[in-house]
């Protein structure tokens, strides 16, 4: 995977926001962050947000402290007050979780411990054969996804799904030669079309939006 992108009002300050936050730590993850310009407004909770992890309890709340300096506000998206994870949102409103320690799920899997998305079985399954990672859960119609080297991993978490109303704020950008897109459409991706930065637009099989630059 080349790059998780951010569609955002102000893209350097966003940049600022996440590159203060997660420090060196997004050199572990296998891909980069990339921010590009939209001007349309956030209208719903997205569709993947990342879940970072703590070592103690005073670790994870100088990580909550971090992200309220550098911008990020807390939010209220349903969680129950038993649980021990601290729900966030970055300056444009983008969602993410800072995870109590002790997490089990998440053990191994560094700072940036997951990529957490709303979406089905197939859609995990989807990714998995897309990017060449395995399954490490597949569960009650949840599954997560790692790479073979190691970094977060990337979960869908089944029914129920939020309805989709318009283009999700995060995608994944992939790269590849041109045969890297008939190989995702035959794993059920659809082709869109061309972009006017020329990178081919399509969708997975849950209609998430995810670009790939063509090579060569």
């Known amino acids: 995977m080349r790059a998780l992108e ?9 940049e600022r ?12 993850t296998g891909f980069r962050l990339s921010f ?3 001007d349309e407004p956030k209208n719903r909770q997205n569709q993947m947000h990342f879940d970072l992890t703590s070592e103690s309890l005073e670790d ?4 909550v402290a971090k992200a309220l300096e550098l911008g990020g506000r807390h939010i209220d998206i349903g969680q129950l007050p038993e649980e021990r994870h601290v729900v966030l949102a970055d300056p444009e409103g983008n969602e993410f979780c ?24 197939e859609v995990g399954c989807f990714w998995g054969e897309a990017l060449g990672w395995p399954l490490v859960w597949d569960q009650d119609q949840e599954t997560a996804i790692r790479s073979p080297h190691g970094g977060p991993k990337i979960t869908w978490g089944g029914p129920p799904f939020t309805p989709k109303t318009g283009p999700n704020r995060l995608r994944f950008v992939l790269d590849g030669p041109l ?3 008939e190989r995702l459409v035959s794993l059920g991706a659809t082709h869109l079309g061309t ?4 990178r081919v637009e399509m969708t997975d099989p849950d209609g998430n939006e995810f670009s790939v630059v063509v090579l060569g």
């Open 36 to 38: 590009s310009q939209r």
């Open 60 to 63: 994870q709340r100088r990580t």
């Open 98 to 121: 800072v995870i109590e320690p002790g997490n089990g799920f998440l053990a191994g899997c560094g700072f940036v411990g997951a990529v957490a998305s709303d979406g089905s079985r």
């Open 195 to 198: 972009g006017e930065d020329g």
């Open 6 to 14: 951010f569609a955002a009002h102000d893209p350097q300050g966003l």
């Open 17 to 28: 926001f996440w590159s203060g936050l997660l420090g060196p730590a997004i050199d572990d």
């Open 179 to 181: 045969t890297e897109v």
